[in-house]
């Protein structure tokens, strides 16, 4: 069914979906300090959030590109193009944050955040305009114009992006909070962190220039 729709390598795209949603993020972290501080009914409340606010972002790339691609069919490949030079340079900056010196230390933003939990987190969610560009660089290498459903095929991988945040997001609210908050103060943890996402940012962006020049 997923073939049919113009979705391939799926079994990659989950894998990189996994990597993704692992990395610590300004949501994730604050989804995280809101279970912690004022409990499971609020860190659900903020994860609604993200979910809100992701959903629309994906939505926009999907109907950009399928749009687009209505319009102008050959743009695909310059899609393409631009989506492995900007994941190559996520590679490369998560990379640089891997070897550079810092002391890691920092306190927790939201530590002291009395505001509603869901507002803040949806607005965290929908500040970052290059999540747009983000998710179509990543989606576009896993599906196939040919089929002539783009958009719907950005849409069920939203789905599956969504169903893994939540999963993950779950973890944290009721298992995670002790290991990841250890994890997040740790700089061997954020080094090695940044190493595998930026060599999984690159590695993705070698595929899609490949997968365009092909």
């Known amino acids: 069914m997923l073939e049919s729709l113009g979705i391939v390598n799926i079994g990659v795209f989950f894998a990189g979906?996994?990597?993704?949603?692992?990395?610590?993020?300004?949501?994730?972290?604050?989804?995280?300090?809101t279970a912690t501080r004022r409990g499971v009914a609020d860190g659900y409340k903020a994860a609604a959030a993200v979910f809100v606010g992701d959903s629309v972002i994906m939505l926009l790339a999907a109907l950009g590109v399928d749009s687009l691609m209505r319009l102008y069919p050959a743009a695909f490949m310059v899609i393409q193009y631009a989506g492995a030079a900007y994941l190559g340079w996520l590679g490369l900056k998560a990379l640089y944050g891997a070897v550079r010196k810092g002391d890691g230390s920092g306190g927790d933003a939201h530590a002291e955040c009395r505001e509603n939990p869901f507002r803040r987190a949806l607005a965290l969610s929908l500040s970052n305009?290059?999540?747009?560009?983000?998710?179509?660089s990543f989606f576009v290498q896993f599906v196939d114009p040919a089929k002539g459903h783009t958009g719907l095929a950005f849409l069920v991988l939203a789905c599956i992006v969504q169903s893994v945040s939540m999963t993950y997001l779950s973890f944290l609210i009721f298992g995670g909070a002790k290991l990841a908050l250890a994890l997040k103060d740790s700089r061997l943890a954020k080094r090695a962190g940044n190493a595998l996402a930026g060599s999984v940012f690159l590695g993705f962006g070698l595929r899609l220039a490949m997968k365009a020049g092909g």
């Open 17 to 33: 979906v996994v990597v993704i949603i692992l990395m610590p993020g300004p949501n994730s972290l604050y989804v995280l300090s």
């Open 129 to 136: 305009p290059k999540a747009i560009m983000f998710f179509v």
